[in-house]
């Protein structure tokens, strides 16, 4: 139940950050359709495999301080975007066994980060053609290679357990919440320059 | 003198480990120098230089800190080394976290000081090794499958085994200069050879978005195959109608069956064999003519590779080209809806949403580009713009003429172009420019020039009314003048009573009895009457030319009382 809820939520986050067109209306249309289905989430996820996990729970440390989607450029912006949607990728597509996921599902997640990480890569390779102002974005995928290590390293300490997987899928999708006010940055400012 | 002194003790003490080692038991052992870390995929080695030639027995350890760590340890596999370099890869590092290292040499007790080498994040410093690469021959082209650079459990490149790509160079081995490059996919084909020849190719991993460019992989030769009798089918395409795709390709024979598959695009990111994963496009199986007609139902949103086979019964071609496919791209994209609005000597532009973009168009998901065409109603020429937003103007127009606009949608997306059709042309008339606003200016300016001599008349003609009502300029009769004292006439102005209203109307009579007077020379009596009440003599005087002469002034006493 969650699992395919929890795939679904994910989908609508890549759709919604496939927008780096230059319509700002959309992308505040397509918020407010996450800010409900993030809803829905929320009340689906009391349920009581969530309960059973909760002595799991573990801080991955999101880094979403030091990669605060403010204070940087549209190619910062874009080169953590991108690292982001590549790690779950990779997170995704380990022939790590996932208890209890549908192999549809999955597949369905992967095929529509990979179309994404697609569109990315096309637009970051116009980005750095039209300037080359990749430098420090660096520094922040090193974030987000680290925290997705950290979430590996949970995962492997676990044993790719059930309630391994239950908390490391709440992580993502908080994570994916994240890139998604990052995506609305970018939208904004697509727009404004 | 002391700038000398300075440069002597320096060269002592440069000198001293030369000049002084074994007179003072070694006791200054110099740092090693020149130390360089060396990282390709996951081996890390430390190279230096030994800071004195001359010296035997000297070993050299090297610490290393983390950020966690407050303080130097040991680095493992650096300890006591004789050479000049060691290999630490031992050490299980966070890759992406700084690392401090530093070294010195040792002989017995003594020791040099530490080298500090500056601090690096060791995936920024690493090197991508080269690939290791499998390749199988088919007669018009090669299969290769690439391994990621590094080991199966490296860590250096574990989150980045999928985000690389391949730069190959393939060359005829009899002739290497020409050569030709091609970016590759783990998995993917080289197309476009020659049958039963030798080629060559290397290939070089590459990180795109890290700018990272990985070392060349030896080279690999390979011969391709005699030329299979049935060739591969050619220029594969792909189009969608509303409901279903149509796949074409050509073929040189006929007679033939064809049949067609998919696959998953993202499992070309990962490593690792992936023949068994294409599947069968359900109704591209057997098809005796050179396209087929599936429902985009059987591809959910995603990219997708395709590949099509000819079979004659007894033998089956080669796979053709993997024709790359993005369903989104597929789809049709409705031409934009416009509208015009003239704003002053501009026109403003609306690029709307197809009418019908509930029904699955791309533009929610595509920054898509619009070109514009753009031509003045009343000429044949047209200029064509090319805009991504949605809303602009075309400024510094003709006034008062009529413009027309059509314009289509575009996707510029990597090697797909894809338009929707034209909207339809709308047209709009531009308001009155800048010239006839001036003009407009210059009319105002006259109709106010104009006007002037207009407004003065008339506040002329006010205030003559307002001086003849208040301030009476006709004198009454010289007659009259004489009984009019200004205290009757203050009464007059400033008292309304009803008595008064009365008085006036005999006072009318009288007045034209004092028109009359002014011929028939009348009392002193009168003349009294006269002067109490009347102001608008002359009016009344004016109405009542004729009025009877023969007016008794008793009768007028009495009316009065």
Same mark, same amino acid.
């Given at each position: ?71 940087? &450029? @549209?190619?910062?912006? %874009? ?5 982001? $949607? =590549? ?5 995704? #597509? ?35 053609? &039209? @300037?080359?102002?990749? %430098? ?5 995928? $090193? =974030? ?5 290590? #950290? ?43 | ?561």
């Amino acid at each position: 139940m969650i699992k395919k809820q929890f795939f679904e939520i994910v989908l609508v986050l890549l759709a919604s950050s496939s927008i780096f067109s230059l319509e700002l209306k959309l992308v505040l249309f397509q918020q407010r359709r996450v800010n409900r289905e993030s809803l829905k989430l929320l009340n689906k996820l009391q349920t009581s495999s969530i309960q059973q996990c909760l002595p799991h729970r573990k801080n991955f440390l999101l880094p979403q301080k030091s990669v605060n989607p403010h204070q940087y &450029q @549209k190619g910062h912006a %874009l080169a953590v975007l991108h690292e982001m $949607l =590549q790690q779950i990728f990779n997170l995704f #597509r380990a022939n790590i066994p996932l208890d209890g996921w549908e192999e549809s599902h999955k597949e369905k997640f992967l095929i529509e980060l990979h179309q994404q990480l697609e569109y990315l890569e096309a637009l970051i390779g116009l980005e750095a053609e &039209q @300037k080359s102002g990749t %430098l420090g974005s660096e520094n922040l995928r $090193l =974030q987000v290679k680290m925290y997705f290590r #950290r979430i590996l390293d949970y995962l492997e300490y676990q044993e790719y357990s059930s309630c391994a997987w239950t908390i490391v899928q709440v992580e993502i999708n908080r994570c994916l919440l994240f890139v998604f006010r990052l995506t609305g940055k970018l939208s904004t400012q697509g727009t404004d320059s | 003198m002391l700038a000398l002194l300075g440069a002597m003790a320096l060269v002592l003490v440069a000198g001293a480990p030369w000049v002084l080692p074994a007179a003072a038991g070694g006791t200054n052992l110099e740092s090693p120098r020149d130390v360089e870390v060396y990282i390709v995929d996951d081996s890390f080695i430390l190279k230096w230089n030994r800071g004195s030639e001359s010296l035997s027995n000297v070993t050299f350890s090297v610490d290393y800190q983390i950020p966690e760590m407050d303080d130097w340890t040991e680095l493992p596999g650096c300890q006591y080394i004789t050479s000049t370099q060691c290999d630490f890869s031992s050490l299980q590092l966070n890759v992406y976290d700084e690392l401090k290292l530093r070294i010195r040499a040792e002989k017995g007790n003594n020791t040099s000081p530490w080298y500090e080498v500056d601090s690096f994040i060791p995936f920024h410093k690493a090197q991508i090794g080269p690939p290791e690469v499998h390749l199988e021959a088919e007669d018009k082209a090669i299969i290769i499958n690439i391994s990621p650079p590094g080991t199966k459990d490296g860590v250096m490149w574990a989150m980045d085994s999928s985000s690389f790509i391949y730069n190959l160079v393939i060359w005829k081995n009899s002739s290497p200069a020409e050569e030709r490059t091609e970016t590759v996919y783990p998995t993917d084909k080289i197309y476009k050879l020659s049958p039963e020849t030798t080629y060559c190719l290397k290939v070089k991993a590459r990180l795109r978005m890290q700018r990272k460019v990985g070392l060349y992989s030896p080279v690999y030769c390979i011969n391709t195959t005699v030329e299979n009798k049935l060739p591969p089918p050619e220029n594969i395409q792909i189009d969608g109608n509303n409901q279903n795709y149509i796949l074409k390709w050509d073929y040189k024979y006929e007679n033939l069956t064809f049949q067609a598959q998919w696959l998953h695009a993202y499992l070309k990111k990962i490593p690792g064999k992936h023949a068994d994963k294409w599947k069968q496009i359900p109704d591209c199986e057997n098809v005796k003519t050179t396209q087929c007609v599936f429902p985009q139902s059987v591809f959910s949103r995603g990219i997708y590779f395709i590949r099509v086979q000819a079979s004659n019964g007894n033998s089956t071609s080669l796979w053709s080209e993997e024709k790359k496919f993005d369903t989104e791209i597929q789809t049709i994209i409705l031409p934009p809806v416009i509208n015009l609005k003239p704003v002053n000597d501009s026109l403003r532009v609306y690029i709307g949403a197809p009418k019908e973009s509930e029904n699955k168009s791309v533009d929610e998901d595509y920054p898509l580009i619009y070109e514009i065409i753009f031509w003045e109603n009343t000429s044949n020429i047209q200029n064509k713009i090319v805009e991504k937003k949605t809303d602009f103007t075309f400024r510094n127009l003709k006034p008062l003429t009529v413009y027309c606009v059509r314009a289509r949608a575009l996707i510029h997306y990597e090697k797909w172009n894809k338009s929707s059709g034209f909207s339809d042309t709308v047209c709009e008339k531009t308001k009155p420019g800048n010239t006839s606003k001036t003009l407009l200016i210059i009319a105002v300016i006259c109709a106010v020039l104009l006007s002037i001599p207009v407004v003065v008349y008339v506040v002329k003609v006010v205030l003559r009314c307002v001086k003849y009502v208040f301030f009476p300029s006709s004198k009454p009769p010289s007659a009259v003048d004489e009984c009019f004292s200004e205290h009757l006439l203050k009464n007059l102005l400033l008292s309304t009573s009803a008595e008064q209203i009365e008085r006036c109307f005999i006072i009318e009579n009288t007045n034209a009895i004092a028109a009359v007077e002014e011929t028939n020379d009348v009392d002193e009596d009168y003349k009294k009457y006269n002067s109490q009440t009347s102001q608008d003599s002359g009016n009344y005087s004016n109405e009542e030319d004729n009025s009877g002469s023969g007016i008794s002034e008793e009768l007028l006493l009495q009316e009065t009382l």
